[in-house]
Structure formats: structure tokens, C-alpha cells
């Protein structure tokens, strides 16, 4: 697939399940720049995880009804 082929499959698959949620590493700026530009949301809330190294920042797109 193409880059913008990309923005198609989030969309899809946020329009048939609702909203697409996950956490990506705070330290992985190219995966945050890219989940950007595909239309994500991503917060700017820290969130760690109990057995899990490191810091996450939640992401969404599309939203739940």
C-alpha cells in the first residue's frame, strides 16, 4: 500500500469498530509523527505500565457511540 492508502485503512476500520485505541512510546517520535499524520489523536498524557519499561502516550482515533 501507499502512504495515503494508510489514511483509508484507519478510517475504515475505525468506521466499523468504532474508535481504534492503543498507547505508543513516548520515546518513539517517528511511530507519533506517523499515527499523526495518518489522523490519530495522540494525548499528551503519560501513562506506565506496571511490568513495561518506559513511558506511553495514549492514541485514538475515530470515536466510540
Do not use: Q, T
Not at 518513539?28 to 502516550?57: C, Q, T, Y
Amino acid at each position: 500500500l501507499g502512504p495515503a492508502a494508510w489514511r483509508i485503512v484507519a478510517a475504515c476500520l475505525a468506521a466499523a469498530n468504532g474508535e481504534l485505541r492503543n498507547w505508543v512510546d513516548a520515546r518513539n517520535a517517528p511511530a507519533i509523527r506517523w499515527l499523526k499524520w495518518l489522523g490519530f489523536e495522540v494525548s499528551d498524557e503519560i501513562v506506565r505500565f506496571p511490568r513495561m519499561p518506559g513511558k506511553f502516550h495514549p492514541y485514538r482515533y475515530g470515536s466510540a457511540s
